[in-house]
């Protein structure tokens, strides 16, 4: 004891250790992965660790999941803000240990650094220790971090905001813009970690920080006559301008591929104000900061999740802590600069999150370069919660500095306070955090070893699940929430949900929610709104939804549907453990196999454009999809026109970055790969590159002329070499930044 005393930051890191543990230790296990629900689906097992699984199993190869060709017909993985392959943390953990612990470990570790990082900028605004220790416990274990774990790439990304805002801070209060490489790297960490939204809020949250900052510093109206001052303000502007800058080219391997990506992306068409905030916050979510579980517990099943996303509204920092920041507040607001700036920086952020309700989102939205991009400006109480917590923070110290109290109880009062927080948001966390038996989850079924048999990496045809969300909805209601029983949950992975397949290999056209290359979603679209409903489980699939599937190579569907239309054959039919639902397995015969040979062919000029009744008119009747192929501009003339198909074509390796296709053209034709097409693609007849045409809407086709050819698909992600350069030159600038200050003082602005 006498040993901790005398070093306080041992015990302050003990401390830490002891309250981390309290709150994940069901997460401390290789055997459980952590699960937590959605409105249907559960982002940790159909997004995130999917996305991790194969990281794993790549590195371990000595490769990276640049491309993923068993989710939306291929998707270029890397360039998706949210995957976080580029990610430091996350190279180490799934290199050494095993994919579910290692996914676990990525959470815990995080929520670590976000408590390390938290303290130290408590530290910087003046707090004491156990202030510091509460700001940090308050804001890393509040309601809005702690519901959003189930986001990896968010709960990867958010630590880093208080180390960019410490960075930012003490620049100013050392007048050295050396600090500012601490802003560089944590925005750069975001990004690689997969998150640019909260990127995007820590960038706004340190612009206001910085005009505070420079609107308040000690001028006293001598700037124009004192080099000094002008050197100082230019010094701050050009430096945080660089920082920003810096941050950006550190993570250009992760920044680089995801602009590129984003103009072929479903999310880069542009929404409506109020198609962006559909749900937005509502006054009366604002009880939930004090009463977060009022309107029920989606962990449980007793909450609305069709008006209203509880993970979204929620930013519970506990009771005391709203107690403890009105004292501060009250008592301290005309003493500290630091409390009326984290007020107001507080109440902006709250008046963003209220979406609709407050003219400010909508400016926002339509004059400020970013706010058009994300959805959920609730995400913006981030900054809330963190005021909040520093807030907290003051009024804690303010009452441990009253002279009444002896060393003892001081000490007694901060350990009882601390032990006050921790059990309230625990209480939170525990009734939000589940796990689940990987094993048992990863067990694949009858179907499941059929399908990866039939349609394996290098098959010519594909899957697709029918029906998933309501396969989830009736397990969720069955469970009794994520935190019921799990036995409802084991029978829906039984269906293969979108990117769950990834793991075992299996090929399908299906990709989850809202996150996909936008030609690709529009089949998506189609075949998840296009059922008509009959009754029980009994659905009926217009001829539009079955050129849909047939033209991206499906030929089995996965379904909890009862399927009467005659091109589809029951192949298997089982009951499952969720009450009333069965899982049956039927084959479209007239499915286009992955690679084909036409030599007739139909152009549509500018297909992102069409309309949904002309998209469907292009797919029907299944017959013209076996005699022409859709082109978005005239071919190259290496052959005559005919009729019917051209030739054969066979794949004889796929693997997820190269794709070899043996084609016989007698005659010449038109060879489509039901591959997804992508700038990023290359193709190579007979050795020489030729240009990858956008076929089917949404696939890849090369024209060739008559003979046999070896046709090669190369995908080379030139924005990810790019990027690495960019990168490298940014670590190295950095370097030289370091090794330069030792022997200079010229990033010392104070220096006369």
Partial sequence: MMSLRRRPS???FLAMLAVLLIFTYPLCRGDRLLFMGDITTSDVTELNFPSRYLLSTSLREGTLPLWNPFIGCGFPLHAEGQSGLLYPLNLLLFRLLGTTLAFNLSVILSLLLCLAFSYLLSRFYGLSRPSSLYAATAFTFSGFVMSKVKFTYMVNSIPWMPLAIFGLEKSFSAKNLKFLLLASVALAMQLLAGGPQIFFITLVLLFLIFCWRLAHLPLNGILRSNPGRKRLVAGLLVG????????MALAAPQLLPQTAGFPYFNRAHGESFYSILATPMQPGSLSLFFSPYQNGNPAYGTYDLNHQFFWEDIAYPGLLTMVLGLVAIIFLLKKGEDIGMWLILSVLALLIAL?????????????????NMFRFYQRFMLITVMGLALLAGK????????????????????ALVLAVLVLDLGLFSHRQLSTIETDRMLSPGEVTTFLKETTGNSGDYRYSTLGENEAWEQAYRQAGGWMGRKDPYYEYFAFLPPNFNSIFGISGAQQYGAYGLASVKMFWGLTYYGKVKGAGWERDLPDCVL?????????YIVTPYVLNEQALELLDSKTTGVEGMNLNLYQLREALPRAS???????????????????SDLLIPLSRLQERVILDSEPEHLFDEGSGRGGEARITSSTPNKVTVEADVPEGGILVLNDAYYPEWHAYVDGREREVMRANLAFRAVVLEPGHHEVVFVFRPTSLYHGMLIGAAGIALIALVLLRHRRTAWLDLSTP
Avoid: C, K
């Fill in 10 to 12: 041992l015990a302050v």
């Fill in 240 to 247: 945080f301008l660089l920082s920003v800058l810096l941050g």
């Fill in 355 to 371: 979406g609709g309700n407050t003219p400010l989102a909508e400016f926002l939205y339509r004059h400020v370069p970013g706010f």
């Fill in 395 to 414: 009024g804690f110290d303010l009452l441990l500095s009253s002279p009444r109290w002896q060393p003892f109880w001081r000490m007694a009062l901060a």
């Fill in 547 to 555: 050129g849909a599937l047939a033209v991206q190579s499906v030929r």
């Fill in 597 to 615: 040979i036409f030599s007739r062919y139909e152009v549509v000029a500018d297909p992102d454009t069409l309309t949904l009744p002309q998209f």
